[in-house]
């Protein structure tokens, strides 16, 4: 257990140590030459059996405030200390203050100097110290009086930390390690040591670390755990890490900083809480306020956003984004403070929220509602909160990271949970929330398909849009891919569809296009007519014909080669092959090569090399190509000649394909990346 002491300036905190340890914790020349406590001091005392209770001596001066912050960041008990001469004073009310926005619950006073004032002075100031304790976390807390001077009390003081530390709660085995640094500095012959307080799990020479937020890769080579030469340290410990590694050293690492496991190195400048303001202030938290941020044993100036309307008064709470001037390493539920900029007064505190909070619409009403999850404390409260309001669906190793939880702890709260494993990291959703959502997305694939019969599907893009949760691109990839080895869906490049559908055309078209097809086919296959040709040929408009043949192109029954100029799909293949078996014969083949073997005309032929070009079936080298053959297998020879039918159509002319052709905007308003207009005679 580390007790950490509290109270205004020379009421006998370091002799109250000194009592109790036998350790003088001013470390400092100058301490000792003023007879202040200036920075942290550390001593230790024997605590329950194979225990030993650590003291962490914080200054009392009203300006070293930021000190006293910083030691009392990893205090398991408080020792406020109140001089029985004095009584209450200024640090004494504000380092109360301290205790309570930190959530340090547990804690007794020790009331001091008692051998200097009459019995009559000491129950005065015990009275006074009950009233100052009144709406605190330490309210009713027990008053020991005691003499650090003639040792009175001081047996029954040790008696009470040493049943305290007694009935500390144990921290699970597996939780990862957290330690806030508060000092560093070099040993001759053994190297850099970083000091502070375990917030979370346990540590042991060997183990690899990150130095965050800077994420510094260390190796820890032996330590101290309560001023002993110890296996492990756990969390409630004072430990000593002698630290290695590439780039480590005495200025690398700095109060401040926090060394962790890997898993957890997540540092941010952004962080949604919860703050309250003091109901001792006399002015609100307004927007955009500059403020010291004291976090663990790190100090970072930032600026409070609010989240709400108005102000947050004094007494008051509210949400609020904490935008920080540099990273620091968080976790979700750390207590923090804000003090004014001049570092005179503490404005409040609270609890950091969500790590990972958003710069826009953080005020809309979902986000709030979000916050009000984040808030609960138990974290399988908080994951079913989360996933039971929009947006429905969390990053669940995010989740575990900024809570600070093991990977077992991960799999036991998420074990009835469905999960989405991505390219973009893992989304978790509850699986009343998938089981709706795939109802949803198969009931928005029927009626499609109902409404547009003569299309393959619809496209991934626009289905995810229009369901509820929306998911991120790569988890919805990822649970398409789910139901479609499933059978629930069929997907085709940038295509969804259900098994059963197949592709039709509407009759009308069905028609018209038996008439356009032959003109594409036979011995002018290699130089079919145009569109504009086609429609004098058939006498229909020009207009009807270019949309039929897009959407032929859309089905895979032809390739658009160039503008307006469509060849049927097995002739695309046919041309691939006779450009493979040139360049099999002369390795680089030129356009008047293909031009004789297609006798298509020089102009023709360039355009359909450019089309192969754009695809990467062939490589230009000057006026000279050859063919990949990895892309051979985008254009496929039916082996019957025919047209698909539908389905499992080619990608090429697809919105998915890496190729910009073809995206003209046709009459109506179709491209490549929308739905074609409807059919003639369609409603």
């Known amino acids: 257990m580390i007790v950490g002491t509290a109270g205004h300036i020379d009421h006998g905190k370091t002799s109250l140590v000194r009592a109790l340890t036998g350790t003088d ?3 400092l020349k100058e301490e000792k030459a003023r007879g202040i406590t200036i920075d942290l001091g550390f001593a ?19 300006r070293l405030v930021h000190n006293m912050l910083a030691g009392a960041s990893g205090v398991d008990f ?74 009175a009390g001081i047996p029954e003081l040790r008696a009470r930390l040493e049943a305290a530390a007694a009935e500390a709660d144990a921290d699970p085995a597996d939780t990862p390690f957290r330690l806030a640094v508060d000092r560093s500095f070099t040993l001759q012959g053994t190297g850099t040591v970083v000091t502070g307080t375990v917030v979370t799990g346990s540590v042991a020479p060997g183990d690899q670390l990150l130095v965050s937020p800077r994420g510094l890769p260390v190796r820890v080579r032996g ?22 590694g590439e780039g480590v050293s005495r200025e690398a690492i700095a109060r401040g900083d926090v060394v962790l496991a890997p898993e957890l190195h997540a540092p941010t400048d952004r962080i949604d809480a919860e703050l309250r303001v003091l109901a001792s202030e006399t002015r609100p938290v307004t927007q955009w306020l500059p403020v010291h941020l004291h976090h663990g044993t790190a100090e970072i100036t930032a600026r409070v956003v609010l989240l709400a309307d108005r102000p947050i008064a004094p007494g008051a709470r509210g949400f609020v984004q904490l935008v920080l001037d540099r990273p620091i390493a968080g976790a979700s539920g750390d207590r923090y403070v804000i003090r004014d900029t001049s570092a005179r007064r503490t404005l409040g505190g609270g609890a950091l929220l969500d790590l990972r909070p958003p710069s826009r619409r953080r005020r809309a009403p979902e986000r709030i509602a979000q916050l009000e999850a984040h808030a609960l404390a138990d974290p399988a409260a908080a994951l079913v909160a989360l996933l039971d309001r929009a947006p429905f669906f969390l990053d669940p190793v995010a989740f575990a990271r900024d809570r600070g939880l093991s990977a077992a702890r991960l799999a036991e709260l998420t074990a009835g949970l469905v999960r989405l494993d991505a390219r973009g990291g893992p989304v978790a ?24 019969p003569d299309l393959m599907g619809i496209g991934v893009a626009r289905l995810r849009g229009g369901l509820e949760p929306r998911l991120p691109a790569p ?5 398409l891919a789910g139901m479609a080895r499933a059978g629930q869906v069929a997907l085709d490049g ?21 008439a356009i097809a032959p003109h594409l086919g036979g011995a002018e296959r290699f130089r079919p007519p145009r569109v504009r040709d086609i429609a004098g040929l058939l006498d229909e408009p020009e207009a009807e014909v270019r949309r039929l043949c897009k959407l032929a192109a859309r089905l895979g029954r032809v390739h658009e080669i160039s503008h307006d100029h469509f060849f049927l799909r097995d002739v695309t293949g046919e041309m691939v092959a006779i450009a493979a078996e040139l360049d099999a014969e002369h390795g680089l083949f030129s356009a008047a090569q293909l031009r004789d073997r297609l006798d298509n005309g020089r102009k023709v032929a360039i355009l359909i090399l450019e089309f192969f070009d754009r695809h990467g079936v062939t490589l230009r080298r000057g006026d000279l190509r050859r063919v990949n053959p990895r892309r051979l297998e985008l254009f496929p020879r039916d082996a019957d000649g025919a047209a698909p039918s539908g389905g499992e159509s080619s990608p090429v002319g697809r919105p998915d394909f890496k190729s910009g052709w073809g995206r003209e905007t046709v009459p109506g308003g179709f491209d490549s990346h929308s739905l074609p207009p409807l059919a003639r005679g369609s409603a």
């Open 494 to 514: 940038a295509w969804a569809r259900l098994p059963g559908h197949a592709v039709r055309l509407a009759p009308v078209d069905e028609e018209l296009w038996a």
């Open 429 to 452: 959703m509850s699986r009343p929330t998938a089981e709706r959502l795939e109802r949803a997305l198969l009931a928005t694939l029927d009626a499609f398909h109902r409404d547009n």
């Open 25 to 27: 914790a001013d470390r």
């Open 44 to 62: 230790y005392m024997p605590g329950p059996p194979g225990s030993v209770i650590g003291f962490v001596d914080v200054p009392g001066h009203e």
């Open 475 to 479: 988890a919805f990839a990822a649970l």
């Open 223 to 244: 330590l101290h755990a309560q001023n002993r030469v110890a296996g492990t340290g756990g969390r409630g410990e004072r430990c000593a890490l002698n630290l290695a």
């Open 78 to 151: 408080a020792l406020v200390v109140v001089a029985a001469d004095d009584g209450v004073m200024p640090q004494t009310r504000e380092h109360l203050a301290i205790l309570d926005l930190l959530g340090i619950r547990r804690g007794l006073v020790a009331l001091t100097k008692i051998d200097a004032v009459a019995p009559a002075r000491v129950g005065a100031a015990r009275a006074e110290i009950a009233v100052a304790l009144e709406g605190t976390a330490l309210a009713g807390a027990e008053i020991l009086s005691v003499s650090s001077v003639s040792g």
